[in-house]
Nanobody, 116 residues
Framework: QVQLVESGGGLVQPGGSLRLSCTGS????????MRWYRQAPGKDRELVAA????????NYADSVKGRFTISRDNRKNTVYLQIDSLKPEDTAVYYC?????????WGQGTQVTVSS
């Protein structure tokens, strides 16, 4: 069955960096675009970054442009989100999502907390 497993979250000080990973299984990873979303407490889930299936096209939310970088390694069935210059408002649960065709799939999420 399709599975997406995120990792790499944690507690980090403002200005720090993290690299989140999302590893997929149960499907041909290189066929699908992938996205990263985040959901802060009390807020709606928001799209932060997207990448196409081969990794040569990316898009970002305006709020994260210049600080977040999405990439993928299809040999490892993994999509990454590099987060630099972290701010307290980046605190959220970060989720990866497999884009269609077909139904979408979500990972379980990884918590990122930015605090001094």
């Amino acid at each position: 069955q399709v599975q997406l497993v995120e990792s790499g979250g944690g507690l980090v000080q403002p200005g720090g960096s993290l690299r989140l990973s999302c590893t997929g299984s149960g499907f041909t990873f290189s066929t699908y675009g992938m996205r990263w979303y985040r959901q802060a407490p009390g807020k709606d889930r928001e799209l932060v970054a997207a990448i196409n299936n081969v990794g040569d096209s990316t898009n970002y939310a305006d709020s994260v442009k210049g600080r977040f970088t999405i990439s993928r390694d299809n040999r490892k069935n993994t999509v990454y989100l590099q987060i630099d210059s972290l701010k307290p408002e980046d605190t959220a649960v970060y989720y990866c999502m497999r884009v269609g065709p077909g139904r979408t799939y979500w990972g379980q999420g990884t918590q990122v907390t930015v605090s001094s």
